[in-house]
């Protein structure tokens, strides 16, 4: 990948531990969910793409599981330890078959309908 990302030998061992740390049970809980379901859509409420990218699956008859966490006023800290692992900076995450696919325009692309 040719993201950059700091190498762990530049961060202090207590900030790593931070990190590593970091809502990790938030992040384990998509890990798993994307292991065991064909399409996952990760989002929030009241953000208007996610429910687009809810809405295309559901026009094509898709099944997807959907993991919402808070809106616009809460859990910024738990959607900004999803984004950090998965490296995607916007809601909806996309995953199908484990991979990540990116939001709702990709969506839109990788299901062919532009």
């Known amino acids: 990948m040719n993201r950059k990302v700091l190498p762990e030998t530049r961060v202090h061992p207590e900030a790593l531990k931070f990190i590593s740390n970091n809502n990790i049970d938030v992040v384990q809980e998509v890990i798993n ?41 809460s859990k910024w800290k738990q959607r900004l330890a999803i984004k950090l692992w998965s490296g995607w900076p916007t809601y909806p995450q996309v995953f199908v078959d484990g991979t990540l696919i990116g939001g709702c325009d990709e969506l839109i692309k990788f299901l062919k309908l532009k």
């Open 33 to 73: 969910v994307v292991e065991k379901n064909k399409i996952v859509v990760v989002g929030m409420g009241q953000n208007p793409v996610v429910k687009k990218a809810r809405k295309v699956l559901e026009e094509q008859k898709l099944e997807y599981t959907y993991l919402s966490y808070g809106n616009y006023f």
